[in-house]
């Protein structure tokens, strides 16, 4: 219990990781029309290239995502899972000021500081992408195997709580004066508030030992037997020091080690996380209750009670995932998002929307909560063997923020076309995030393993039988 309870502290240090990954990618979210007053609508742009530059803006960030994601895999072998963390954790300390004050010593302004801007959120992007892997990476490698799959929940409860958090952030300062002060001024408190947990994720990250696996990887076993002790226990860190070496040592460390199938099931599970829809729905959160018929605060608000959602149901797959496994809320998840966009559409196409909308947006992000949301990360976490984990992990981390910006940037797109408008009334992002829901669960009922109970060493065992 000793044991459990140090791993449990180290594992909350990563989740600081999560917890700014939601932070930094949601936080755009209240600051979208100022974004748009003082640096788009002042270009005179059309209607398509308008929709398209915010929706560039939007998820700038995601650029340097999937460039965190590519390079996550190298920083994790080369410069080790926890000074990943620490690298990870200054550019997000470097977004949130840069951001906030993009013409800050350029000598720009007005619509020239967007290009500054975007460079900024690129930046704090590469910090996502890296977090976004090396946290759950941190936290599955340092967990006992009775406790993997919760405390690897734990990333995504901290994902959403930064989420729900700069959700009330955002609002508080929204509140804090007029529009016109929104405009000028509240825009960029709501970046500059992302400095304080950076630093209080970098001040702890120097407090957090490097993992065993990378020790053993390293040739430092008398570094990761001590580490074990604390972690498993002395009775049993013999046995997983053991079963840590021969994974590591007996096969060769290529991506392709173990064939095509398990790199793809990598990136088809991060791929569909995003196609489902989710990060269109977070990200313009407010636009959606917008084009719902509410407006200002209220819609604020709506976003807040959405956030709100997200942390209870996410609380629902940490005491869920290890008992009832990974694959059966996968597929609950799947079936719950499928139904709720699919009424969703109907629902903007007829015009028939109010609170039963707002119930709709809750179960959908419900069911992405207690599956998608957490599972994909467990999941991720686990099957892949040790050999190629970093790697693997790299590539599919890198897929599912390529997956992202397609999704965020083309719903301004579409969402914004008034073609599409004119025949389904905003209804048919949501049909489509619909169908792709439907696909996702296919996926998973046929292609992806249950790892519940399994050690991280068994996976290269499953694999090589696959």
Same mark, same amino acid.
């Given at each position: 219990?000793?044991?459990?309870?140090?791993?449990?502290?180290?594992?909350?240090?990563?989740?600081?990781?999560?917890?700014?990954?939601?932070?930094?990618?949601?936080?755009?979210?209240?600051?979208?029309?100022?974004?748009?007053?003082?640096?788009?609508?002042?270009?005179?742009?059309?209607? =398509?290239?308008?929709?398209?530059?915010?929706?560039? =803006?939007?998820?700038? %960030?995601?650029?340097?995502?999937?460039?965190?994601?590519?390079?996550?895999?190298?920083?994790?072998?080369?410069?080790?899972?926890?000074?990943?963390?620490?690298?990870? %954790?200054?550019?997000?300390?470097?977004?949130?000021?840069?951001?906030?004050?993009?013409?800050?010593?350029?000598g720009v302004s007005g619509p020239d500081a967007l290009t500054p801007f975007n460079v900024y959120r690129v930046i704090g992007g590469i910090g996502v992408g890296i977090a976004s892997m090396l946290s759950p990476l941190y936290i599955a490698e340092v967990a006992p195997r009775e406790k993997r799959g919760q405390l690897v929940s734990?990333?995504?409860?901290?994902?959403?709580?930064?989420?729900?958090?700069?959700?009330?952030?955002?609002?508080?300062?929204?509140?804090?004066?007029?529009? =016109?002060?929104?405009?000028?001024?509240?825009?960029? !408190?709501?970046?500059?508030? $992302?400095?304080?947990?950076?630093? %209080?994720?970098?001040?702890?990250?120097?407090?957090?030992?490097?993992?065993?696996? !990378?020790?053993?990887?390293?040739?430092?076993?008398? $570094?990761?037997?001590?580490?074990?002790?604390?972690?498993?226990?002395?009775?049993?860190?013999?046995?997983?020091?053991?079963?840590?070496?021969?994974?590591?040592?007996?096969?060769?460390?290529?991506?392709?080690?173990?064939?095509?199938?398990?790199?793809?099931?990598?990136?088809?599970?991060?791929?569909?996380?995003?196609?489902?829809?989710?990060?269109?729905?977070?990200?313009?959160?407010?636009?959606?209750?917008?084009?719902?018929?509410?407006?200002?605060?209220?819609?604020?608000?709506?976003?807040?009670?959405?956030?709100?959602?997200?942390?209870?149901?996410?609380?629902?797959?940490?005491?869920?995932?290890?008992?009832?496994?990974?694959?059966?809320?996968?597929?609950?998840?799947?079936?719950?998002?499928?139904?709720?966009?699919?009424?969703?559409?109907?629902?903007?196409?007829?015009?028939?929307?109010?609170?039963?909308?707002?119930?709709?947006?809750?179960? !959908?992000?419900?069911?992405?909560?207690?599956?998608?949301?957490?599972?994909?990360?467990?999941?991720?976490?686990?099957?892949?063997?040790?050999?190629?984990?970093?790697?693997?992990?790299?590539?599919?981390?890198?897929?599912?923020?390529?997956?992202?910006?397609?999704?965020?940037?083309?719903?301004?797109?579409?969402?914004?076309?008034?073609?599409?408008?004119?025949?389904?009334?905003?209804?048919?992002?949501?049909?489509?995030?619909?169908?792709?829901?439907?696909? %996702?669960?296919?996926?998973?009922?046929?292609?992806?393993?249950?790892?519940?109970?399994?050690?991280? $060493? $068994?996976?290269?065992?499953?694999?090589?039988?696959?």
């Amino acid at each position: 219990m000793q044991a459990n309870g140090y791993a449990t502290r180290i594992a909350l240090v990563a989740t600081l990781g999560g917890l700014l990954f939601g932070y930094d990618t949601a936080v755009i979210s209240g600051a979208i029309g100022a974004l748009e007053a003082n640096f788009i609508a002042p270009q005179g742009l059309s209607e =398509t290239a308008r929709n398209s530059l915010t929706g560039f =803006t939007v998820s700038s %960030a995601l650029i340097g995502c999937i460039l965190g994601g590519i390079v996550a895999g190298w920083v994790a072998d080369h410069w080790g899972r926890r000074r990943g963390l620490i690298v990870a %954790a200054v550019l997000f300390l470097i977004c949130s000021i840069g951001s906030a004050y993009p013409e800050l010593g350029l000598g720009v302004s007005g619509p020239d500081a967007l290009t500054p801007f975007n460079v900024y959120r690129v930046i704090g992007g590469i910090g996502v992408g890296i977090a976004s892997m090396l946290s759950p990476l941190y936290i599955a490698e340092v967990a006992p195997r009775e406790k993997r799959g919760q405390l690897v929940s734990y990333n995504q409860m901290a994902i959403v709580l930064g989420i729900f958090g700069v959700y009330f952030v955002n609002y508080a300062i929204a509140r804090g004066g007029d529009q =016109t002060w929104l405009y000028s001024h509240g825009w960029r !408190y709501m970046f500059l508030s $992302e400095a304080v947990p950076s630093l %209080a994720f970098l001040v702890f990250l120097f407090s957090v030992p490097e993992t065993p696996r !990378y020790l053993v990887m390293k040739g430092r076993d008398a $570094e990761a037997k001590i580490l074990l002790d604390r972690i498993e226990g002395p009775a049993a860190s013999n046995g997983v020091l053991t079963d840590i070496r021969g994974s590591l040592v007996q096969h060769s460390d290529k991506l392709l080690s173990y064939g095509w199938l398990v790199v793809i099931a990598g990136i088809l599970l991060s791929v569909f996380q995003q196609t489902i829809g989710i990060n269109a729905v977070l990200y313009y959160a407010p636009l959606m209750f917008q084009n719902m018929g509410w407006s200002g605060d209220v819609a604020f608000l709506q976003t807040a009670i959405v956030g709100a959602a997200n942390v209870l149901f996410t609380i629902v797959a940490i005491f869920t995932v290890d008992r009832w496994g990974r694959k059966p809320l996968m597929l609950w998840g799947a079936a719950l998002m499928a139904a709720a966009m699919l009424a969703l559409g109907f629902m903007f196409a007829s015009n028939t929307l109010g609170s039963a909308a707002l119930f709709v947006v809750i179960a !959908y992000i419900a069911g992405f909560a207690f599956s998608w949301g957490p599972v994909t990360w467990v999941l991720l976490s686990e099957m892949f063997p040790n050999a190629i984990k970093g790697k693997a992990m790299g590539v599919a981390v890198a897929a599912q923020w390529i997956a992202n910006l397609i999704v965020s940037w083309s719903f301004k797109v579409l969402d914004g076309n008034s073609e599409l408008n004119a025949l389904f009334n905003h209804g048919f992002c949501y049909w489509m995030y619909g169908a792709m829901s439907i696909l %996702a669960g296919l996926f998973v009922w046929k292609y992806v393993p249950e790892t519940k109970g399994r050690s991280l $060493e $068994e996976m290269e065992r499953l694999w090589k039988r696959a």
